[in-house]
């Protein structure tokens, strides 16, 4: 069993699958905090668990023509400036279970939770890319990164990103060998994983082997054949998956974790609380809260670390005080965020349902009954 080295995990954590491991944090603990803690940070894990040595490991990183290539140990890579930084990361996939109603999808039936946020550090990516004689190129070019995790045929987890946003330093790309002021645990890549601020969680490589920059993006099944939208009119007969981008920036998002669908709530004051976050360092600037089923509408009060403009790699947790009086019978909640390019979210599922189920960000709804 591939699988029989994998970590001890989080009791209270969600599974969605145990070989590979992936689970999610309960609606009601993923927002207790802002930052989420290193045991319950949702896991997404498409391969067993490499058991690396912290001594022996090394990062290989191709050096450009006329430069040199690096084999880089744990101790080289603190030896760069530590840079640390608050980030969001989201599985292209969160709350893929609400698409699967309106239609069946594949992938993993995550809710809400496939999101969480971490304070990183480590060297920057494009200090790195530096040293090995990587300069920004007129010709597009991506950051190929390969895992330390295979399948049995020895294929590793894969994945790119253009090599403008790996040598921008104001993007903030990482190699993190720290989360939340820990070595990185296991599941989330120990000993150093990539973080990509603003870009969906496919790119941030885990248990990261080698590093090279190439005029194609990465050949890697998850970036070629996977983690791309379609139009719902497309199935798996027609799909083309050359014709689609690879996701990079995720589109806005939000969602509602407490009080969750289906409970029971009283009458009276009643808190509404949950998380917004945007991708490419786009801020939210709203969140907008309906106890109606949308026929009217309140501001959410939003809380967590102010966000700076084109650098809003966090969320924010956001609340809502309401008041709901003792004869209403139900609530039919619903949130919608707003981010500083004023992009909203849709409001039904249908026109964005996909068939593998990704880039799911319809209005959150959720349905409660109210007691006296
Ligand atoms: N890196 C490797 N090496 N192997 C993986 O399976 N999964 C990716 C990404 N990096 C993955 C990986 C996906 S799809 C996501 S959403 C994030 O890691 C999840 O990171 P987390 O498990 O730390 O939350
Ligand atoms: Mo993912």
Redesign the pocket.
């Known amino acids: 069993d591939p699988y029989s080295n994998d970590p001890m995990r989080h009791p209270a954590l969600r599974i969605n699958s145990q070989r ?1 491991f992936n689970a999610e944090p309960p609606p009601e603990l993923l927002t207790e905090s802002y930052i989420t803690p290193n045991p319950i ?7 067993p668990v490499p058991n690396l040595d912290p001594d022996t490991y090394r990062l290989h990183v191709v050096g450009a023509p006329g430069g040199q290539s690096l084999s880089l140990s744990l101790d080289d890579l603190h030896k760069f400036p530590k840079h640390e930084v608050t980030v969001t ?1 989201q ?2 996939g969160n709350r893929r279970s609400e698409m699967n109603k309106v239609k069946e999808v594949k992938g993993l039936e995550w809710r809400t939770g ?1 999101i ?1 946020t971490a304070r990183w550090a480590g060297a920057r990516l494009c200090d790195v890319l530096a040293q090995a004689g990587h300069r920004l190129r007129e010709t597009e070019a991506h950051v190929c990164f390969e ?1 330390l ?1 295979s399948d049995p045929t020895g294929t590793a ?1 894969g ?1 790119s990103i253009p090599l403008a946003r790996a040598m921008d330093p104001q993007a903030e790309v990482l190699l993190a060998y720290e989360m939340n002021g820990q070595p990185l645990p296991r ?3 120990f000993p150093v ?1 990539v973080v990509v601020p603003g870009v969906v ?2 790119r ?4 990261l082997g080698r590093v090279s920059v190439e005029s194609e993006e990465s050949y890697s099944h ?1 970036q070629r054949r996977d983690y791309k939208g379609f139009s719902p009119s497309v199935d798996w007969d027609t799909v083309d998956f050359d014709l689609a981008p690879s996701i990079q920036e995720l589109p806005i998002q939000s969602a509602i974790t407490q009080p969750q669908d289906g409970t029971t709530v009283e009458s009276g004051e009643v808190i509404i609380k949950g998380y917004a976050w945007s991708g490419g360092g786009r801020a939210v600037i709203r969140v907008d809260v309906s106890m109606d089923g949308g026929l009217t509408w309140q501001e959410a009060e939003l809380e967590g670390e102010e966000q700076h403009p084109r650098k809003a790699w966090a969320w924010r947790i956001w609340q809502l005080k309401a008041h709901v009086p003792a004869e209403q019978k139900e609530l039919n909640i619903i949130c919608k965020a707003v981010d500083d390019s004023y992009n909203v979210q849709p409001d039904t599922v249908a026109p964005i349902w996909n068939l593998r189920g990704v880039l799911s960000n319809a209005w959150h709804r959720v349905h409660v009954q109210v007691v006296p």
Not at 41 to 47: A, D, K, Q, V, W
Not at 204 to 207: A, E, I, L, N, T
């Open positions: 590979p940070f949702f896991t997404r894990n498409h391969l990361l599985c292209a496939a969480s895992g995790d987890y994945a599941d989330h890549g994983r969680g496919a941030h490589v885990k248990w998850w």
